[in-house]
Each structure stands twice: as structure tokens, then as C-alpha cells.
């Protein structure tokens, strides 16, 4: 009689631990599945540079890098509505906007300017370092690991600051009827 009541003990133990961990998994299916739809914003953005698309502005570039051939879009015929929009868009990522919200974004012009800022200010505490004399060489290290970081960070904003001002240029060259007021 015991053998029977300690094999529905354990029966009734191992019940209740499948329910545990099947309640555990039903309570966790939120969490999860937020983490899969931020890992498809997180490939969004890196495709998308981060902008969202709009219909007559947003641009794509066939940036390929598998050999699979990408077809290139018609060359459409722009008129200037839709040229003046696209020239608004980037001087807006290049400048910055005030938003109605009262939110400020920050241009990229903006950006490369603060991160020069600090790149100056790691290189003032380094030169402050090295005045005191002591042993800071582990400290002046990771400043300059910093400093490398943050030039990398700047050579890309740049890249980006050359492209946009180089496609605006581009579109006051190919139309220059739509600037004349």
C-alpha cells in the first residue's frame, strides 16, 4: 500500500512541476515576443538607417554586397514639390529640427560638433594627467581607447554630412528651376 501512495506522490510532484514551468512559459510569452519584434526594429534600423519610409522622399541605395543583382529603380521624372521635400528632409537630418512636441533633434552637424568637443576634452584630461607626474598609464589607455572610438563615430558623421551635401548639390545642379522664386 505505501509503494502505490509514494508512485502517486511522485506522479502528483512531477504534475505540478509541468504546470509550473508551463504557467512560467505562458507568463514569458510577452517578454518574448517583444524581444523578436525588437530584434526586427533592430534590422529595420540598420537597413533603414534609422528613418522611417516616406512616400516621394525616402531614397534607397543599392548597397549589395552578396553579387545578387538588384534591379535599379526607373528614373523617375521628379518634379520640384517632391524635389524641394527631399532637399528639406536631409538639411532637417543635417541641422536639426524643433519638433511641435517641444522634442529637439539633434543634425547630424550638431553631432559631429559635440563629439569633436569631447574628443578635446579626453585629450585636455590626458595632457592633465600626464602634467601630475604619477602613474596613469592603464587610465591614459582607455582615454585614448575612447578618443579613437569617438574619431571613428566622426569619420562616419562626416560621411554621411559629405553625402547628404553632395546629393542637395546635386539636385540644385540637375534642377535649378525649382529654387528660383
Not at 510532484?13 to 517583444?34: D, F, H, N, Q, T
Not at 538607417?49 to 528614373?75: D, R
Not at 584630461?125 to 578618443?147: C, F, P, R, V
Amino acid at each position: 500500500m505505501r509503494k502505490i501512495k509514494n508512485k502517486a506522490q511522485g506522479f502528483i510532484e512531477y504534475a505540478v512541476l509541468v504546470i509550473i514551468i508551463a504557467a512560467a512559459l505562458v507568463a514569458m510569452k510577452i517578454y518574448m515576443g517583444r524581444s523578436v519584434q525588437d530584434k526586427y526594429r533592430q534590422a529595420g534600423d540598420v537597413f533603414g538607417e534609422g528613418n522611417q519610409y516616406a512616400l516621394g522622399i525616402t531614397q534607397s541605395q543599392n548597397t549589395s554586397k552578396s553579387g545578387a543583382i538588384v534591379p535599379e529603380p526607373p528614373e523617375e521624372k521628379d518634379d520640384c514639390p517632391i524635389i524641394l521635400a527631399r532637399i528639406a528632409v536631409m538639411r532637417k537630418e543635417l541641422d536639426g529640427e524643433a519638433k511641435p512636441d517641444g522634442e529637439v533633434t539633434t543634425g547630424l552637424l550638431a553631432q559631429r560638433a559635440s563629439l569633436e568637443a569631447t574628443v578635446d576634452d579626453l585629450k585636455s584630461q590626458i595632457l592633465a594627467l600626464q602634467a601630475t607626474g604619477g602613474d596613469y598609464a592603464s587610465a591614459i589607455e582607455k582615454l585614448n581607447k575612447a578618443i579613437n572610438t569617438i574619431e571613428k563615430q566622426i569619420e562616419l558623421i562626416s560621411e554621411k554630412i559629405t553625402a547628404k551635401e553632395a546629393k542637395i548639390a546635386e539636385y540644385n545642379a540637375k534642377y535649378p528651376d525649382c529654387f528660383k522664386l
